[in-house]
């Protein structure tokens, strides 16, 4: 019998678990399983749903649902608070049940992981049993009530693709023979990358449908794209490998880092704002120094709730919320530091410059974010060393936080809101634990 590979095969297998936020609360709480189910960043009715149990989805709730309106459509609909920590763990705990079957070569989200196949396990009757025995490691290992759809293609972009076409608990394959004519069906925002504002200059250039976009040859999709994503956007369609396989480039270093929140209704005053403000550079220091950076500038965006008659006078943006609201923002740059001390007193100096009047009265969101970050190996050390030994405060507050909670030691601005700004559930990345916290 030949060992030669059969031309037709699969290199990459994506994993995306079902729904993942509402799966874990059904399996922390079986009394939850086989009902409508959402899980909400706070219990309020402005706030949206970030993910929703496949009962809720049946009625017509999904992600970005407004609570107040899946409360319509579902009186007895269940509503759970996020929590970062339960679903961080439990994508580690999917990670290691998956790497049983087959090694994690990457990790796009918290609920996505791809899987490099090689040699023989590119055959499709051998990726099928593997991708078979993920789903029964993750049942056994895990949980009963955490499905997950696997995609099998030959590169990274078809195999993500590939696993949103069945849901849930669905296994999908596309064959380099079956391509372009497998997806010539789906949609234009079914592709990863082309979300609704790709989706409306493709419209404008004469792109409606799938079949049209795949008519066009590589110089077509390169002017189509006006850039280099077309070429390898034609080519990942098709089957091909471009070297990348469809993952995103990695920038040479973390340029940024920061918090936002939307405030709960007792925080939206001038003072209530300005305590979570607080904490979200409180957090964002103890971050900076956990991963060894140095910022030189800091962001800070307010958002302003508008009464229906200011919003009809001024220029008004509309929050996913529903919330009609004006934006003010400011950055201040200064010589690289990294202590929380001086980050807070620039912090001070920016809203003190915030805008005042009628239309300023209700701020319902924060955003804190330390930018032109440098690795500490980088960092220029001062001639003088810092008299007031802000550096030394900053790592005792580390070193007593990192072992107790983040919040065990902090300036006494941030006291109003210590217990509000919880860490909120990352969709880009897994948080990370620094101490008794994830972050």
């Not at 149990?53 to 899946?70: C, D, F, N, P, R």
């Not at 550079?281 to 800091?298: I, N, P, Q, S």
Request: proline share 6%; with cysteine.
């Amino acid at each position: 019998m030949s060992n030669a590979l059969h031309p037709d095969r699969f290199s990459f297998l994506h994993i995306d678990l079902n729904s993942f936020f509402a799966s874990v609360e059904q399996q922390l709480h079986p009394e939850y399983r086989d009902r409508p189910l959402a899980v909400v960043p706070t219990m309020a009715d402005t706030t949206c749903c970030i993910a929703a149990s496949y009962e809720a989805k049946k009625l017509g709730i999904k992600t970005g649902t407004q609570v107040g309106k899946a409360k319509e459509i579902c009186p007895d609909i269940i509503l759970v608070a996020g929590d970062h920590a339960e679903y961080a763990k439990y994508s580690h705990r999917i990670a290691e049940a998956v790497e049983l079957a087959c090694p994690v070569s990457h990790t796009p989200s918290i609920d996505e992981m791809v899987c490099q196949l090689m040699g023989q396990e590119q055959e499709p009757p051998r990726a099928r049993k593997i991708a078979i025995e993920i789903k029964q490691s993750i049942y056994k290992n895990v949980g009963g009530a955490l499905r997950c759809s696997i995609g099998m293609a030959p590169n990274r972009y078809l195999a993500k693709i590939a696993s949103d076409m069945q849901k849930p608990d669905g296994l999908i394959g596309l064959l380099p023979s079956q391509l372009p004519r497998a997806i010539a069906h789906l949609d234009l925002r079914d592709l990863p990358g082309v979300g609704s504002r790709t989706e409306v200059r493709l419209n404008a250039k004469g792109i409606t449908t799938m079949e049209q976009l795949l008519a066009l040859d590589r110089e077509g999709m390169h002017k189509l794209m006006n850039s280099i994503w077309g070429d390898r956007m034609y080519h990942w369609l098709r089957g091909a490998a471009t070297g990348d396989d469809g993952a995103p480039a990695p920038g040479d270093v973390q340029k940024s880092l920061g918090h936002s929140h939307v405030l709960a209704p007792e925080h939206r005053s001038p003072e209530g704002s300005w305590a979570v403000a607080h904490k979200l550079l409180h957090k964002a220091a103890m971050r900076l120094r956990m991963e060894h950076f140095y910022t030189g500038a800091l962001a800070i965006t307010i958002r302003y709730q508008l009464t229906r008659e200011q919003a009809d006078r001024t220029k008004s943006k509309k929050h996913y919320s529903g919330i009609k609201h004006s934006s003010w923002g400011m950055e201040a740059r200064f010589r690289d530091c990294q202590d929380t001390l001086t980050l807070l007193e620039i912090l001070r100096s920016l809203w003190a410059q915030r805008p005042q009047g009628a239309e300023f009265k209700k701020p319902f969101f924060v955003g804190i974010a330390l930018r032109d970050l440098i690795p500490e190996s980088e960092h220029q050390a001062e001639l003088f060393a810092d008299p007031n030994n802000r550096a030394d405060l900053s790592a005792t507050m580390d070193k007593l936080n990192l072992k107790y909670g983040h919040t065990t030691l902090h300036f006494a601005g941030m006291l109003p809101a210590r217990e509000s700004a919880p860490t909120r559930i990352a969709f880009t990345q897994i948080p990370v634990q620094y101490g008794v916290d994830y972050m």
